[in-house]
């Protein structure tokens, strides 16, 4: 599903096509870069996943089989074991973990916490390849429980959105849950990288609420009712879609940011 043309922004304040085809063929080059730079120090362990979703909890699924589309670092999987294995003792998961930046999948196999026998941490583009081969021979078709895109779909171009969700229909079982957290139109970053509030030199807009990073890698920023048009086209049955906003103070240099994501729930039907 590509993004639609904006009304209100003149095709010459976004960035030629030649450009945008090089930022879509240096996408997991640019997203290699950045943690070889940053390493696993940008993104913090999201422990709040498991308030926000409890499908993650050992109370939801004992024995849990878990993919994570565009797990960078280890964000997201080494708190869920964690959570898991102070919760209960006997409660088992399997993690499925994949990313198209290979420093990253390098990175979260050097993690204390790693071990191979839980975790299959494999280089894929959820957005163009099949991801049952390139999890191949542990990552089965209809295996999962839970599949997850925390902040993944944003960073691809809106026109693979599609493939993106129909690689987590195909690992989940019927009945599995696909959790998205993901940026939401308004959201700070959205406002700076417009050219509001601040703003940065050079153009940035790739085409409507989709823009490029000063480092190439390149953000969208959903709307609710697009989100829930996605998964409901994908062949998901949407439990949950909504807005999620908060106001984060940084007293240090005296900033108030307001952040926008969209959170959804979907179930494979």
């Given at each position: 599903?590509?993004?639609?043309?904006?009304?209100?922004?003149?095709?010459?304040?976004?960035?030629?096509?030649?450009?945008?085809?090089?930022?879509?063929?240096?996408?997991?080059?640019?997203?290699?870069?950045?943690?070889?730079?940053?390493?696993?120090?940008?993104?913090?362990?999201?422990?709040?996943?498991?308030?926000?979703?409890?499908?993650?909890?050992?109370?939801?699924?004992?024995?849990?089989?878990?993919?994570?589309?565009?797990?960078?670092?280890?964000?997201?999987?080494?708190?869920?074991?964690?959570?898991?294995?102070?919760?209960?003792?006997?409660?088992?998961?399997?993690?499925?973990?994949?990313?198209?930046?290979?420093?990253?999948?390098?990175?979260?196999?050097?993690?204390?916490?790693?071990?191979?026998?839980?975790?299959?941490?494999?280089?894929?583009?959820?957005?163009?390849?099949?991801?049952?081969?390139?999890?191949a021979p542990r990552l089965?078709?209809?295996?999962?429980?839970?599949?997850?895109?925390?902040?993944?779909?944003?960073?691809?171009?809106?026109?693979?959105?599609?493939?993106?969700?129909?690689?987590?229909?195909?690992?989940?079982?019927?009945?599995?849950?696909?959790?998205?957290?993901?940026?939401?139109?308004?959201?700070?970053?959205?406002?700076?990288?417009?050219?509001?509030?601040?703003?940065?030199?050079?153009?940035?807009?790739?085409?409507?609420?989709?823009?490029?990073?000063?480092?190439?890698?390149?953000?969208?920023?959903?709307?609710?009712?697009?989100?829930?048009?996605?998964?409901?086209?994908?062949?998901?049955?949407?439990?949950?879609?909504?807005?999620?906003?908060?106001?984060?103070?940084?007293?240090?240099?005296?900033?108030?940011?307001?952040?926008?994501f969209v959170q959804a729930?979907?179930?494979?039907?």
């Open positions: 599903m590509a993004a639609p043309s904006s009304s209100s922004s003149s095709s010459s304040s976004r960035l030629a096509p030649h450009q945008v085809a090089r930022l879509e063929a240096n996408a997991h080059r640019a997203w290699d870069c950045f943690y070889k730079s940053n390493g696993n120090k940008f993104f913090k362990d999201r422990h709040w996943l498991l308030e926000e979703f409890h499908t993650l909890t050992p109370d939801a699924h004992h024995k849990l089989t878990l993919v994570e589309m565009g797990c960078g670092t280890g964000a997201t999987v080494y708190p869920v074991l964690e959570a898991r294995n102070a919760a209960c003792a006997t409660s088992t998961a399997v993690v499925h973990a994949c990313d198209y930046a290979p420093t990253a999948v390098k990175v979260l196999k050097k993690h204390a916490a790693y071990e191979e026998a839980n975790i299959n941490a494999f280089v894929c583009n959820v957005a163009k390849e099949d991801i049952v081969a390139c999890g089965a078709e209809e295996s999962a429980d839970v599949a997850t895109m925390i902040f993944a779909l944003s960073a691809m171009s809106p026109d693979t959105f599609a493939h993106a969700l129909e690689q987590a229909r195909r690992v989940l079982k019927v009945g599995g849950t696909l959790l998205i957290r993901d940026y939401a139109e308004g959201d700070m970053a959205m406002e700076r990288l417009a050219g509001k509030k601040g703003g940065m030199d050079g153009i940035r807009e790739i085409d409507e609420r989709f823009y490029m990073r000063g480092d190439g890698t390149r953000a969208y920023y959903f709307q609710v009712d697009e989100l829930r048009s996605l998964l409901t086209t994908g062949g998901f049955d949407v439990a949950s879609c909504s807005l999620v906003s908060m106001r984060n103070e940084n007293r240090a240099q005296e900033l108030i940011m307001d952040r926008r729930r979907a179930v494979k039907v």
